[in-house]
């Protein structure tokens, strides 16, 4: 498995992601729970994005001081692009995260704890999912077809999807645990469970919890091809995808009450998936360069949100 990444960028890289937890931790939970304020969530967005530039820029450093400009370019504009398209997935994921708590009417109070957990969860099950990859891929090249066909399928059922609200009542993790667990009528603060009467019952919030899990795994599933498209190095392939779930909770605040002004979004990313997963399948025929899959990515993505703040969803002709 090649990397640019050796013992002291791993470490390096692992300390400053505890750092921003913990600083997130503790100041977006300054003052105890409260609900976060658009222009808080706006501030805390630019900065998670901020960091992500910097450590690029870093990196793009350290790759010039030791293997030369024309390499460092390349590892810079492979984390730019893979940043890009793991941040474009991100707001989808955000989205069903916002009507799993819509649904479950989930206190403003106790949305930033499902929102940690929820990403905490996701940081765990990517770094999972893309060394098990990494190693898959370096060992059988036939995989990269087997992905691109998957990401090609996934943006056509994406498109014919987007525009249509997900029914919750037929999810599959929730009819189990309606059959197969006993749930609270409401809220019991901030617990997953409590005993009445001798009896285990579950809590709306643990319902949430796994629901947002489950999210987190179908997600993955779809965004860690997506990056091995970019580039096969994990070291790239890691730090690109968890900076981007980092920003996961700011995001959420900032775009609760924006989701149907991106309305078209849906079919951006669809499009976005398919010249993917058309790259993936093309690698060993014509290997589309990093700057043009960037290129491709950005106006893909801008032309769908203008789209989307030009025409209100009432007017939107695509259905």
Request: hydrophobic share 60%; glycine share 10%; no cysteine.
């Amino acid at each position: 498995m090649e990397t640019i990444g050796n013992p002291w960028l791993w470490a390096g890289f692992g300390g400053l992601v505890v750092i921003a937890l913990l600083v997130d931790l503790v100041l977006m939970r300054h003052g105890g729970p409260h609900k976060v304020t658009f222009k808080e969530a706006m501030w805390w967005s630019l900065g998670w994005v901020a960091l992500a530039m910097a450590f690029n820029g870093g990196l793009w450093w350290y790759v010039n001081e030791t293997a030369g400009l024309v390499e460092a370019n390349r590892v810079g504009l492979e984390f730019l692009t893979g940043y890009l398209v793991e941040k474009a997935l991100a707001v989808d994921n955000i989205f069903v995260f916002l009507m799993v708590m819509t649904y479950f009417a989930v206190p403003e109070e106790q949305r930033q704890r499902v929102l940690v957990i929820g990403i905490l969860g996701a940081i765990v099950l990517r770094s999972i999912l893309i060394f098990a990859g990494a190693a898959l891929l370096a060992k059988f090249h036939w995989l990269l077809y087997l992905f691109g066909a998957f990401l090609l399928l996934t943006g056509i059922k994406m498109w014919f999807a987007a525009g249509k609200e997900p029914d919750l009542e037929k999810n599959p993790a929730l009819r189990w645990m309606r059959g197969h667990l006993k749930l609270t009528d409401g809220y019991r603060g901030d617990r997953l469970s409590v005993r009445e009467n001798g009896t285990r019952w579950f809590t709306p919030l643990f319902v949430v919890l796994v629901l947002i899990g489950v999210t987190d795994v179908i997600f993955a599933v779809d965004s860690i091809p997506a990056i091995f498209a970019i580039t096969s190095d994990p070291f790239i392939v890691l730090t690109s995808n968890v900076f981007a779930v980092l920003g996961l909770r700011a995001m959420f605040f900032l775009l609760a009450g924006m989701a149907d002004r991106f309305h078209l979004l849906p079919y951006g990313l669809a499009v976005v998936l398919g010249f993917i997963g058309t790259k993936m399948l093309l690698i060993d025929v014509y290997k589309i360069p990093v700057p043009w899959a960037l290129g491709t990515v950005a106006l893909i993505l801008g032309v769908t949100v203008a789209l989307s703040l030009a025409r209100p969803q009432n007017a939107d002709p695509v259905a």
